[in-house]
């Protein structure tokens, strides 16, 4: 049956053309109807895009062509030998030298390993049908699958048998989003139907919704359905929308519920069904950790949107030589003293710090000094909320004086545990250290407070109590990438330049985005396993004059800059090359942005978010130099 399966793909026959109501609400409707309004391209590029989602229109720009044969390039035929002949199925490249396909079509790193890509396998516009360009696969430097989303990436030769780049065909870049199509709206596939030459089914294909005893076992959060053409060898194609995003990877037919009393005849279908690329992403987000290919799949199609690797390792002199534990502080060294914790009166207008995380304090989330002390750890000039549950900082707090700050001198090279809070909720040696797990990768120490922030004082002496302090676990996040000193870009002092002095008095927050999604890690480690934070957030409240406040809010990780790909219109271009201004990943956001992200609540100093003043939808900007930052 599978080899059946496997040597014609997708089987399709005669499709009922059935438009059943699901059961989405109301309210999600309208939420999925937005977000397909936020993906549109700008009305002076296509001006009926709206009127055409929701089909009252089917006027489109006449760069609709241009663009879908500029998707098309990226699209090849399969072709994988076998006993007694060989089968076919589509794929489509979606990253530089990344192909994806159905698991049914490229099931192992063997047949892979057999298997060719051809691309450019079509009529030109004479009706000449060209010659293939193949390039073989690489299944050993990438090769991920998983059979219950039946997806497949592997990579391809940076050359074709002949000497072609594989660049020359660009990518489908893959916008992990929800809500790039609604019910009833028309997709267009393009496939090697038969393993014939490429063909394009537009305006045959519609998103339905079927009837629930006909997809009893389905995931809907996982597969999508539609009513198109298309034929064996079909499978792994794009299913893409009307300003070309891939919203599914193309997956089987569907067949109507089979009665008793039509045993022995011929399956009728009812419809096709696709694979969701938010689910294809979510799975990969979990698998992050625990696969090395994974993790390569990632890499590559954030390298697709001209992102570097999130999970590069930082060079060993910018941060973190893998330090050992050292023994913990007295905890008199904090005795009650002015510059001991987070000063909220700091600035010309005092920001309260408990009333930034009282919500999520309410909600019993905070974790706990022994003694019932409270659950703020006090330091020299900072201060740290830790989240019970994620055993990491929910937020950190600290005042930056520029006048007064001094080189604290080397770099330490210990981290300690804070005896005043226990330490099942501070992660130490036994987390960072490798030799103390099996995980196929292994986290920095990342500061979240720098050590330089809370360096000053009247002395050398004072500015390095506050550098000592920083290299607490409890101030410390687990980072696989150049964060704190090469990704992050040290943005306080983007912004303290960008006042066009150090002398300024600055207050910065920041922390991790906790999501219930985000990986796991160290299951084998004492205390684990964990759930890793891939984002992370800044808010700088810079004192540019006396009693003149502003502030600019930050985030940088692998899964937040996902919503200012569609704002920036990535998908309007869908380039095959990086994007220079999208290379750093540092994104400047609106406080707002922050807080619905974090459940924190910082409306004692949103009316001073000079980016959120702007009468603009656009909630982000990249950041590549240091005149972009907006304060």
């Not at 997806?151 to 030769?157: C, G, K, L, P, R």
């Not at 594989?166 to 019910?183: A, H, Q, S, T």
Request: glycine letters at 10%.
């Amino acid at each position: 049956m599978l080899a059946a399966y496997k040597k014609t793909g997708a089987l399709t026959g005669p499709s009922a053309r059935l438009d059943v109501p699901g059961s989405v609400g109301p309210r999600e409707k309208e939420r999925r109807l937005d977000m397909r309004k936020d993906l549109l391209e700008p009305p002076a590029s296509d001006p009926m895009g709206f009127e055409r989602v929701i089909g009252e229109s089917d006027l489109t720009s006449i760069n609709y062509l241009d663009r879908g044969r500029r998707a098309a390039a990226a699209v090849c035929r399969i072709r994988i030998p076998a006993d007694g002949g060989e089968w076919y199925g589509t794929g489509f490249l979606v990253g530089p030298r990344l192909l994806m396909t159905n698991a049914h079509v490229l099931g192992n790193a063997g047949e892979a390993s057999q298997a060719e890509a051809e691309f450019g396998y079509e009529h030109d516009i004479d009706g000449v049908l060209n010659v293939p360009v193949q390039f073989n696969l690489r299944p050993h430097e990438i090769f991920f699958s998983d059979p219950e989303l039946d997806v497949t990436f592997v990579a391809i030769s940076p050359l074709s048998d002949g000497g072609v780049p594989i660049e020359r065909f660009g990518w489908l870049p893959l916008l992990p989003l929800p809500g790039k199509v609604i019910d009833k709206e028309w997709v267009t596939i393009i496939q090697h139907p038969g393993g014939g030459p490429k063909q394009i089914s537009i305006r045959s294909s519609r998103i339905v919704s079927l009837p629930k005893k006909a997809i009893p076992n389905v995931n809907l959060d996982f597969f999508i359905h539609y009513l198109t053409d298309t034929e064996p060898g079909s499978s792994g194609s794009p299913v893409v929308n009307d300003q070309w995003q891939v919203i599914a990877l193309h997956h089987k037919a569907v067949p109507a519920p089979r009665l008793k009393s039509a045993a022995g005849q011929p399956a009728v279908f009812i419809g096709n069904e696709g694979v969701r690329i938010s689910a294809i992403y979510k799975m990969l987000g979990h698998r992050r950790l625990d696969n090395g290919d994974a993790r390569r799949v990632l890499d590559r199609l954030d390298g697709a949107f001209g992102f570097a690797p999130i999970s590069q390792a930082a060079p060993a002199d910018a941060e973190d030589a893998f330090e050992k534990d050292a023994k913990p502080y007295a905890a008199n060294r904090w005795k009650k003293a002015p510059d001991i914790g987070y000063d909220p009166g700091f600035l010309s207008q005092p920001v309260d710090l408990q009333g930034i995380y009282a919500a999520v304090r309410a909600d019993g989330k905070t974790a706990p000094l022994k003694n019932g002390a409270g659950d703020e750890l006090t330091y020299h000039r900072f201060s740290v909320i830790v989240h019970k549950e994620r055993k990491f900082a929910l937020l950190t707090a600290v005042n930056i004086h520029g006048k007064l700050l001094k080189h604290p001198g080397k770099r330490q090279s210990v981290w300690r545990q804070d005896e005043r809070m226990d330490g099942v909720y501070q992660p130490a040696g036994d987390f960072y250290e490798k030799e103390k797990g099996t995980d196929k990768i292994q986290f920095s120490r990342g500061h979240l407070v720098r050590r330089f922030d809370p360096s000053w004082g009247k002395s050398v002496a004072d500015a390095k109590l506050g550098d000592e302090d920083s290299f607490h676990y409890a101030n410390a996040a687990p980072q696989f990438q150049t964060y704190n000193d090469v990704d992050w870009g040290n943005l306080e002092d983007y912004v303290l330049n960008r006042a066009q002095t150090i002398e300024k008095k600055m207050t910065v927050f920041q922390g991790p985005i906790f999501r219930d999604d985000d990986p796991l890690y160290g299951k084998s480690r004492v205390g684990g396993p964990w759930k890793i934070p891939l984002s992370f957030w800044k808010i700088a409240v810079l004192e540019k004059a006396p009693g003149q406040l502003a502030a600019a809010a930050f985030i940088v990780g692998q899964t937040q800059y996902v919503g200012a790909l569609y704002e920036a219109k990535v998908f309007s271009g869908l380039r095959p090359y990086r994007l220079d201004d999208m290379r750093s990943r540092k994104i400047q956001t609106t406080i707002k942005t922050v807080e619905e992200q974090t459940g924190l609540d910082f409306s004692a100093i949103r009316t001073l978010d000079a980016h959120g003043s702007l009468e603009s939808t656009r909630q982000t900007r990249w950041i590549n130099r240091l005149d972009d930052v907006l304060i």
